[in-house]
């Protein structure tokens, strides 16, 4: 069975672009999740959806971050423009439930924003 | 505290026993979880613990867990140069869900 995957692997973007981040989640799951490591630092929860809906969007940073998720299968994470700041590793994870499952992480997509 | 805490860098040898340390936030979580990445990897589940218990025991890996002091430490036996790796710490808070709360990750080196 395949695991949850991201694309791309790496993007290098300048200030002022668009750039798309997509997850795959693994089939059946309809719980998918977003997060964010930031130059090392900790990471952050952005957002969780529940098929096609978003059931909790706290941790996303600002109207420049849009995450979509058509459908209740793929989702795309959506940042424009993008700024210094966003440069970081952004994971993807999925999970049969919202609780008491394991929840199973991408490979994560390295942005770098020059 | 506001965030999970942990130590930033661990240097062992192959063969010692490595100890990673962890400050949670929250003292009604009802998870506590270790997640290793490896390089160019994502994020696997190495063990977790539930807050009504203060051991568990999982081959080499031993998670000790003091909720007095919101202290969450995984201890690896007979470390190999395959442990080396960022090791984060995450909490669940009592909403239930999924919504991690992450540390900010301990670099696992082992020296051969």
């Known amino acids: 069975e395949a695991g949850v995957t991201q694309f791309p692997s790496h993007s290098v973007i300048e200030k002022g672009q668009t750039v798309t981040l997509r997850c795959d989640p693994i089939?059946?799951?309809?719980?998918l999740y977003w997060y964010r490591r930031v130059m090392g630092k900790e990471i952050k929860f952005l957002l969780h959806f529940v098929k096609e809906s978003k059931q909790d969007e706290s941790g996303m940073p600002n109207n420049r971050f849009l995450a979509e998720r058509t459908g209740g299968t793929y989702s795309t994470l959506k940042v424009q423009p993008a700024e210094l700041e966003d440069s970081g590793v952004y994971f993807c994870a999925s999970s049969l439930y919202s609780e008491n499952t394991e929840a199973f992480f991408g490979q994560g997509t390295r942005l770098t924003v020059v | 505290g506001e965030d999970v805490e942990q130590s930033l860098f661990l240097s062992v040898r192959e063969g010692d026993s490595s100890v990673i340390n962890c400050t949670y936030t929250?003292?009604?979580?009802?998870?506590l979880y270790w997640y290793k990445q490896e390089p160019g990897a994502g994020l696997q589940l190495l063990t977790y613990?539930?807050?009504?218990?203060d051991m568990k025991q999982d081959q080499r890996l031993t998670v000790l867990l003091n909720k007095k002091d919101k202290h969450l430490s995984l201890r690896i036996a007979d470390t190999q140069t395959g442990d080396s790796a960022i090791y984060f710490c995450a909490e669940v808070p009592p909403s239930g869900t999924y919504k991690y709360i992450f540390g900010t990750g301990t670099r696992l080196k082992v020296l051969a």
């Open positions: 613990i539930f807050s009504n218990m």
């Open positions: 089939s059946g799951h309809d719980n």
């Open positions: 929250d003292s009604s979580s009802t998870y």
